[in-house]
């Protein structure tokens, strides 16, 4: 016997608003059927000698059962973990993989946020001299799991699957990320892909040695938005050594000790430069 949570967050056109859905996922691979069973399920990170659950080769093969949407479980903090007891009794077959809802949440704000992770070692360009580096800009959602979202629930770690709607209505998938898992009050924040309409190129402007142990650099990095709407991205660099801050184009804050982290607006089919020192 086994389980697994499993979450689908539908995304509204607007970027702003979400519905949330969990599912249990029971497998039954133990050769013996379960009748009008009481089920209770604990989530968290228990120590074990050895796995003792492992999903078969032909788990596609059995059968799927979705129970109906509605919750269904009540949470409790049992040691250090949480318990989830099923608040009826239900059956699982031999061989049989079974979803019952535990989680329902319609309205969650949801920020959509583009952003750029430097590099560790940009500081020349080996292969294409006197070109520009590429780096991907990645598209993440975030939202809070607390009670201004309707949630508010500790969520067992699992994957959510994202969809979004299309210009016509239909309901598209979007990318999915695994979650751990995640107390109450906590961020969610949710790895989708890279962003197709978002160029971000980056080159090294200066290299000055001023002493034996000290150095100056400047750094351009230009972002292009090929989107009908305008955006914001969230540039990470890392920066190693003790450093300062000589001068910046835009805002930044030190986000680490190693890292400073720039907020940089890109119009509609524009593009931005940002320069540092």
């Known amino acids: 016997l086994s389980w697994s949570a499993d979450y689908v967050l ?17 497998a039954n691979n133990s ?8 089920l209770q ?26 129970a109906a949407a509605a919750p269904q479980f009540a949470q409790e903090a049992f040691s250090e973990y949480h318990l989830y007891t099923l608040q009826r ?3 699982v077959n031999d061989q049989q993989t079974k979803q019952v809802a535990f989680l329902t949440a319609g309205s ?27 780096d991907v800009v990645k598209v993440y959602y975030r939202f809070r799991n607390d009670q201004q979202a309707g949630l508010a629930v500790p969520m067992p770690a699992g994957v959510v ?23 109450k009050d906590e961020t969610v924040n949710l790895y989708t892909g890279n962003a197709f309409d978002v160029v971000c190129e980056r080159r090294q402007t ?10 100056e650099m400047a750094f351009e990095i230009t972002l292009r938005n090929h989107k009908e709407a305008p955006i914001v991205v969230e540039v990470n660099e890392p920066i190693a050594g003790d450093w300062e801050m000589l001068d910046a184009t835009h805002r930044w804050t030190k986000a680490d ?4 982290r720039f907020s940089v607006p890109v119009e509609q089919g524009g593009a931005s430069v940002l320069r540092y020192r």
């Open 10 to 26: 539908t995304v509204g056109r607007d970027d702003r608003t979400a519905e949330l859905g969990g599912w249990v996922t029971l």
């Open 31 to 38: 050769g013996t059927g379960y009748r009008n069973a009481t």
């Open 41 to 66: 399920l604990v989530a968290g990170d228990l120590h074990r000698t050895q796995e003792a659950y492992r999903r078969e080769a032909d788990m596609m093969k059995e059968t799927m059962v979705r």
């Open 89 to 91: 009794r239900t059956s």
């Open 108 to 134: 969650v704000p949801v920020e959509k946020r583009f952003v750029v992770e430097g590099q560790q070692a940009y500081y020349r360009n080996r292969h294409n001299p006197g070109s520009p580096l590429k």
């Open 161 to 183: 699957r994202v969809s979004r709607a299309d210009a016509r209505g239909s309901i598209q998938f979007a990318g999915e990320d695994r979650i751990s898992h995640t107390p």
């Open 206 to 215: 200066d290299f000055r040695k001023i002493a034996d142990n000290l150095y």
């Open 257 to 260: 000790a190693w890292a400073a």
